[in-house]
């Protein structure tokens, strides 16, 4: 019976990324409350920050979506030279979504703004969705990562 190390890698890595998928998911709830305070007069920075749970459960997400793509370079090196974003559409727009979200983060470096969250907003819920479509689509995957082999 065998089964190889990278995979039992990527399979932990894989359970890590669908739990920072709920963290980050469910701890938008944090900002309920924003839109009342805003429309009382309050700042944007006095409402949002680095240190709330979804800015800190998101980080972690990020981080282990870049993970992920470590583990999987050779398919997304194939993906992009041999350009085959047509057969693999959404992977494709996964990572398209992904690269813009990771930017719309990077622009709270400069600063909770009406701007910044307008853009984060419309594009976040996007690559949630998307990801959700990607983990439905590679479950079979998945669980084949922990599945034990008969040596040969
Ligand atoms: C891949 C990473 C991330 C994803 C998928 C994500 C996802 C989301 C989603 C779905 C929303 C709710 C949008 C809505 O109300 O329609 C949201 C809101 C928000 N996110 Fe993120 N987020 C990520 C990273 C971050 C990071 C790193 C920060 C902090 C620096 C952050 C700060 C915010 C803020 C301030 C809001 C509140 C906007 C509001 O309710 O008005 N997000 N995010
Ligand atoms: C955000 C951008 C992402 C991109 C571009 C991406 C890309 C990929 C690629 C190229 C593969 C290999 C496909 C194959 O060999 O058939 C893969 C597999 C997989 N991905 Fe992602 N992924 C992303 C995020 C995520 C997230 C956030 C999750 C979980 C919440 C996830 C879960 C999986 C699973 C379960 C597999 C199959 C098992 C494995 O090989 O790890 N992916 N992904």
Redesign the pocket.
């Known amino acids: 019976m065998s089964t190889d190390i990278k995979s039992i890698r ?1 399979f932990f ?2 359970i890590l ?2 739990l920072g ?1 709920l963290g980050c998911g469910i701890s938008t709830t944090v900002f309920d409350a924003s839109e009342e305070k805003l429309k009382g007069g309050a700042q944007f920075a006095d409402v949002f920050s680095w240190n709330s749970i979804h800015c800190i459960l998101s980080t972690f997400f990020i981080s282990m ?1 870049l993970v ?2 470590w ?2 370079r050779v ?2 090196k194939l993906l992009v030279t041999k350009k085959l974003f047509i057969k693999n559409k959404i ?1 494709s727009l ?2 398209l979504v ?1 690269s813009i979200t990771a930017i719309s983060c990077l622009f709270y470096l400069t600063g909770f703004s009406s701007a910044t969250v307008q853009f984060h907003t419309s594009v976040a819920p996007v690559l949630l969705a998307l ?1 959700g479509l ?2 439905i689509s ?2 079979k ?2 669980l084949g ?1 922990i599945q034990t082999r008969k040596a040969l």
């Open positions: 990527k890595t894989d990324l669908m998928l979506i992920h793509f583990q999987h398919y997304l992977i996964t990572a992904f990801i990607h983990l590679k479950i995957r998945f990562l």
